[in-house]
């Protein structure tokens, strides 16, 4: 039996789940509301504050399937009450971000300017000109869009110059030695 999909979902003060027919599920919070169609083969019950996933049978489809969905229950119900961030650093001479009305403006190296808007779902801070906090409630559009950020400059390995998470560790490679 899957440890993750067994393990029951407490629901928190302030927040209201509904599941429909053909599993489809909504949560209300007091960040927002997200909503999503969740695969037939697996059961999704709410009683008591507490919201159980189940599935039919061990085949192999429905075991896989167990431990996602109940993934997924599970950070919609942490998104809408506590959000979820991302927060990425920028190094290089020159590279540096900052936030005009709702976009992104971002100096990269390039002839011009990297500019990227922040949708609905999406909130930008930019603390400073070397980092980025990406916010949302919906962690899959979260690390989505930071993951877009840093690919209009990904870190290289020489000097380590671009767009890196904060988490990141960024493997050096020497450079070229003098030839002789």
Same mark, same amino acid.
């Given at each position: 039996?899957s440890?993750?999909g ?17 599993n489809?599920? *909504? ?6 509301? /997200? $909503?999503?169609? @969740?695969?037939?083969? =697996?059961?999704?019950?709410?009683d008591?504050?507490i919201?159980?996933v ?7 489809e429905?075991?896989?399937l167990?431990? @996602?969905?109940?993934? @997924?229950?599970?950070?919609m119900?942490i998104?809408v *009450?506590?959000?979820?961030?991302? %927060? /990425?650093? =920028?190094?290089?001479?020159? +590279? ?7 976009? @992104?403006?971002?100096? /990269?190296? +390039?002839?011009?300017?990297? =500019? ?24 899959? %559009? ?5 993951? $877009?950020?840093?690919?209009k400059r990904?870190?290289?390995? +020489?000097?380590?110059?671009g767009?890196?998470?904060? +988490? ?8 070229? *030695?003098?030839?002789?």
């Amino acid at each position: 039996m899957s440890r993750i999909g067994r393990a029951p979902i407490t629901i928190p003060a302030g927040v209201e789940i509904n599941v429909t027919e053909g599993n489809h599920i *909504t949560v209300k919070g007091p960040k927002g509301t /997200l $909503e999503r169609d @969740l695969v037939p083969q =697996i059961k999704v019950s709410v009683d008591n504050g507490i919201v159980h996933v189940t599935r039919p049978n061990d085949s192999k489809e429905c075991r896989s399937l167990h431990g @996602l969905t109940r993934t @997924l229950v599970d950070n919609m119900v942490i998104g809408v *009450t506590r959000g979820f961030e991302k %927060k /990425l650093e =920028i190094n290089g001479v020159g +590279y540096r971000a900052a936030k005009e009305g709702k976009n @992104l403006v971002m100096n /990269l190296g +390039y002839s011009h300017q990297v =500019i990227m808007p922040e949708t609905e779902d999406i909130q930008i801070d930019v603390p400073d000109a070397n980092h980025i906090v990406v916010k949302g409630i919906d962690k899959q %559009k979260v690390g989505q869009f930071a993951a $877009e950020v840093r690919g209009k400059r990904p870190p290289e390995p +020489y000097k380590g110059k671009g767009i890196k998470y904060d +988490y990141e560790v960024i493997r050096r490679k020497e450079g070229k *030695t003098g030839a002789k």
